[in-house]
């Protein structure tokens, strides 16, 4: 034994001058197992994009950055980036497994209306929804299918948000959470329940509005169809800056609310409410206020008595489930505003349990938006969002019915 040991063949030793290279080769591979996307080795098989889907999308806080067909990356509004793999796919290694995503996503639970206007945008949402926070008697009159879903059980009310109950949402075993609950993070990484957060301050203009469908898409494999959906929402908004090119007199247009003459919250110019009402030629009074959020920010009354001034048309947040059934009883749930002229020679619109629920809807909300400021342009339009409140309250025997034309006349 010894004798044979003694003609084995000795490794030989790299020299001094092929060192460079070997470590050159080691970095590069280094390099391709550390960054994100590089190679793809370590989340299946690479490939090219699919050249109609876009490799990159900034949606307000949010980010779709496509890697390959078999990975894609989202920036969710917590700042964390998610890796999306199909299910049949190896676990990537360059990834945190906590943020790895298996996709198309199959049982979904969502908060909010426009969450699930969003997936119903998609055409998914009757396939994986399998729990909400919104309760049935809500869906009831402008989604009947929901409605009818969760009669049957196929859908769960977990609790309005954000008290959810999370004992009954791990029994449903979601793969997904969509939540704009922040704080709800550590638990669900508990229950190791895989979850994507949607809040936002920044994702309520016109077109991060538009988009957010194109944000959720690579969850479903529904990129086509985002990409169709806002398509067709942006055709709605040509048609109507087409519709209303020639109008000379811009109706003048206030959208907020008071709260007991404390808190003044209104809806800034660069809020897609601001934006569409300019879009459809009217004069937003609020579009100087701005800020970092696109969403209801706080003015004082005072500003809000100087606009109410010289506006035709006034866009209150309550509706009637707040007793808000005429101007009469807007006047008399906040006194300091019966004298703006909405109140005394114009219009007041509130919005209807569909106006929450219409996300999928979009471009139907926004062309009743433009009917609501031109009737004359859209003289068969019937409310849907909207109702339009009476001076004083209408007795029940004289009611007259819910739906309305833009305009005001049954």
């Known amino acids: ?57 900034q949606i307000g806080e949010f980010s779709v950055r496509r890697v390959s067909d078999s990975r894609t990356e989202l920036r969710d509004s917590a700042g964390r980036w998610l890796t999306l793999v199909p299910h049949d796919a190896p676990l990537p290694l360059d990834c945190d497994p906590r943020l790895v995503l298996r996709v198309p996503a199959k049982r979904v639970v969502a908060y909010g209306h426009f969450t699930v206007g969003a997936l119903r945008a998609l055409g998914v949402a009757n396939e994986v929804l399998v729990g909400v926070t919104v309760p049935e008697s809500e869906w009831a009159g402008c ?50 329940i895989p979850a994507v957060v949607i809040a936002s301050s920044r994702f309520n203009t016109l077109e991060t509005r538009m988009r957010f469908a194109q944000f959720l898409a690579p969850l479903f494999g529904k990129e086509r169809e985002a990409a169709a959906w806002f398509a067709r ?3 709605t908004l040509a048609g109507i800056r087409a519709r209303v090119a020639a109008v000379q007199e811009r109706p003048k247009v206030m959208w907020g609310e008071t709260h007991g003459g404390k808190r003044v919250i209104v809806e800034p110019g660069n809020s897609w409410i601001g934006e569409l009402v300019e879009l459809a ?42 007793g808000l059934t005429s101007k009469a009883a807007l006047a008399r749930m906040n006194p300091l505003i019966k004298d703006i002229r909405p109140l005394t020679q114009g219009r007041v619109y509130a919005p209807t349990p569909c106006y ?28 849907r969002y909207f109702e339009e409140l009476p001076d004083r309250e209408i007795p029940e025997t004289a009611a007259l019915p819910q739906d309305r034309t833009a305009g005001g006349q049954p």
């Not at 793969?175 to 229950?191: C, H, Y």
């Not at 970092?292 to 606009?307: G, M, N, Q, T, Y």
Request: overall charge negative.
């Open 281 to 322: 030629r009217g004069d937003y009074l609020f579009k100087d206020v701005l800020g970092p959020r696109a969403c209801c920010l706080e003015i004082s009354l005072e500003r809000f008595l100087h606009s109410g001034k010289d506006a035709d048309l006034y866009f209150t947040y309550l509706g009637k489930s707040a």
């Open 233 to 235: 929402v942006n055709r």
């Open 1 to 57: 034994m010894k004798r044979q040991s003694q003609h084995r063949v000795r490794p030989r030793l790299l020299s001094g001058a092929e060192w460079p290279f070997v470590l050159l080769l080691l970095c590069a591979g280094l390099a391709l197992c550390l960054h994100p996307g590089a190679g793809q080795a370590s989340c299946g098989p690479a490939s090219a994009p699919a050249t109609d889907i876009p490799a990159f999308l």
């Open 356 to 383: 929450k629920q219409s996300m999928d809807r979009l471009d139907d909300l926004l062309t009743e938006i433009a009917a609501i400021l031109h009737p004359a342009l859209y003289p068969d339009r019937q409310l």
């Open 143 to 192: 989604s009947a299918d929901l409605a009818q879903a969760m009669q049957e059980g196929r859908i769960t009310w977990l609790g309005d948000a954000p008290h959810a109950d999370y004992e009954r949402l791990k029994r449903l075993e979601p793969d997904l959470v969509l939540t704009w609950d922040v704080a709800s993070l550590p638990l669900l990484e508990d229950l190791r």
